[in-house]
């Protein structure tokens, strides 16, 4: 039942933001999509999550970005533009011949010479273009579906939607069948004719969620991925983990800290590429997604 809460909450997401999600995409949301995946087995003519063939995993990947490429391996290689070696971007398909007759298997150029792709051997995994072993000498091109960088994307991020703490809290009670015992909600922002008065009043009640330190509830305020962390943690009974997490913004003094640190302990997170969390980040519809996913396996 906690597992359809998310997956319900992620379709409210989805239905209101959709298009503004997909355009505000970038070379770090490209790159947390592709390793949500991280060791999903190898199938072949797989396209799910419970196993993917190379040309199914890139496509279900950049699907989730918003970009739409054909579905087999030799039709990915007309699909875009040709991009040089030299000129490679994070979110470029890479090819290789590795049946000795042309184009047989594609990754998601990650940078650094590195790329992410599903391996017959090990599942979806990284390894590196210029694998003197194997990937360099079959490394045959690569091609363009989409500019991930994200100078390029900027303007558009300001359009995704988010949902409130009040219609969060909503969907929780109705998903989780809570109610409070005393129908009783001490928020000093919250009156009794707030349309949303007797759900946050249950999932308080839950320690699902609690105000701020003036002991509001911030009904309109959108959710951050801290405070996403600790509502995780808090509906899925994950045990705490406490320790020091390896993401730059997040402190052992930070009162999230401990959440934060469940959630990759557990591999539900490994933050952004530049090496933080994002305390203080609202959660877009995506990034949900991606938390839905982990959490679902």
């Keep these: 039942m906690k597992r359809l809460v998310f997956a319900v909450f992620a379709c409210l997401l989805i239905s209101t933001s959709a298009q503004s999600t997909a355009s505000a995409s970038t070379s770090a949301s490209l790159i947390t999509s592709a390793k949500a995946h991280m060791g999903t087995p190898y199938r072949y003519g797989g396209t799910t999550t419970s196993g993917f063939d190379c040309s199914g995993y890139t496509q279900f990947v950049l699907e989730k970005e918003g970009v739409s490429i054909p579905r087999s391996t030799d039709q990915q290689y007309s699909t875009g533009k040709a991009v040089s070696k030299s000129n490679l971007q994070t979110g470029d398909l890479v ?9 047989s298997h594609v990754g998601i150029y990650i940078g650094s010479s590195k790329f992410i792709h599903a391996s017959t051997s090990r599942g979806v995994m990284i ?12 490394y045959i091109g690569a091609r363009r579906v989409k500019d991930f960088s994200a100078e390029t994307q900027i303007a558009s991020i300001s359009q995704v939607q988010y949902a409130t703490r009040a219609e969060i809290a909503e969907i929780l009670v109705k998903e989780l069948d809570l109610s409070s015992t005393t129908n009783e909600v001490t928020f000093t922002d919250i009156s009794t004719s707030h349309p949303q008065y007797d759900d946050i009043a249950a999932v308080a009640e839950a320690k699902i969620f609690s105000g701020n330190s003036a002991g509001q509830f911030m009904p309109d305020d959108y959710l951050t991925r801290s405070e996403l962390a600790k509502v995780l943690v808090g509906a899925f009974d994950i045990p705490i983990v406490s320790g020091t997490t390896p993401f730059t913004d997040v402190s052992t003094s930070n009162w999230a800290n401990d959440y934060i640190n469940t959630l990759y302990v557990n591999e539900l997170t490994s933050g952004y590429t530049d090496g933080t969390y994002g305390t203080t980040k609202n959660v877009t519809s995506n990034e949900f997604k991606l938390f839905i996913n982990r959490l679902s396996k």
Excluded: E, L
């Design 95 to 103: 090819f290789f011949n590795t049946s000795g007759r042309g184009v």
């Design 127 to 138: 390894s590196s273009i210029n694998d003197p072993a194997y990937w360099g000498k079959r």
